[in-house]
């Protein structure tokens, strides 16, 4: 099977990634048999913290970082990150879990957008409900939000997945544990958690209403500001917990 191939095939099991739809190659989505893009159904936003007995089993990451010599990892892009961007996948069936995102950025994403910096889609966190992925070390860009603009040359990209017999409550808990962590480490304020809706894009600055599962109409809501909130408890949480090897 050609790489190309292989890369079909595997599309058409992990459902449409949020980056894929910056990407007009539909022709091809189609031709991978990925289900027509539909707005996923709300999640309901945890109204507290999970009790810090369970924080343990929040704070294991899996690293599956892209290897440094792939040509859409560009190392040389160095990232102080200021914001967190946060999207969904915004798939329905919810195909695909958090190390299948790390398999297909592994492979390469690609990106037919002409706007875009790589040619290839990348983020440095799948967030399922059971774990994290990490795909880029923190200290460098990715090609998630807005191409050449400061979604990407400032914030660090978390994607959120729910698979089939997932509870997207765990999923939110374990992102909002996440974004608390990335928030002490880099000294982000809850005001600069955005979504990926936040980022105008070019050429014609549209934007798009991911995380679709969070928004409301399309735009940050009392569905987001609640997010914000669960990341924020959490983030106060950590001043008294246990200390957390900062992420690298
Ligand atoms: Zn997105």
């Given amino acids: 099977m050609t790489p190309a191939a292989d890369r079909r095939e595997f599309l058409g099991r992990a459902g449409l990634a949020c980056g894929l739809l910056l990407n007009p190659a539909r022709a091809e989505l189609a031709a991978a048999g ?3 893009p539909v707005t996923p159904p ?15 089993d929040l704070t294991v990451l899996d690293e599956v970082l892209i ?35 790390g398999r297909l950025l592994l492979n390469g994403l690609r990106s037919e957008d002409p706007n875009s910096r790589t040619g290839y889609i990348t983020w440095h966190f799948t967030v399922d409900a059971t774990r994290v992925v990490q795909h880029l070390p923190v200290s460098e860009q990715g090609d998630h939000a807005d191409f050449r ?9 978390v994607e959120m997945t ?3 017999g997932m509870t997207p409550a765990d999923v939110l808990h374990r992102t909002a544990f996440l974004l608390a962590r ?3 480490q880099h ?15 070019p050429p014609d600055g549209s934007r798009k209403p991911c995380p679709a599962e969070l928004l409301d109409a399309g735009v940050p809501g009392e569905r987001w500001r609640r997010f914000v909130g ?17 992420i690298a």
């Fill in 230 to 246: 669960l990341a924020q408890a959490y983030r106060n949480g950590l001043r008294a917990y246990r200390q957390l090897p900062p």
């Fill in 182 to 184: 990335l928030m002490r």
């Fill in 34 to 36: 990925a289900s027509a």
């Fill in 67 to 101: 290897p440094p010599d792939r040509p859409w990892r560009l190392p040389q892009r160095r990232l102080r990150p200021r914001f967190v961007t946060v999207h969904s996948t915004g798939n329905a069936d919810g195909r695909a879990d958090a190390p299948a995102h």
């Fill in 42 to 56: 709300a999640w309901d936003v945890p109204r507290a913290p999970l009790p810090r007995v369970q924080w343990a």
């Fill in 149 to 157: 603009g400061p979604g990407n040359h400032e914030s660090l990209g």
């Fill in 162 to 164: 729910s698979a089939a």
């Fill in 187 to 201: 000294d982000i304020a809850a005001a600069r958690l955005v979504p990926h809706q936040h980022w105008p894009r």
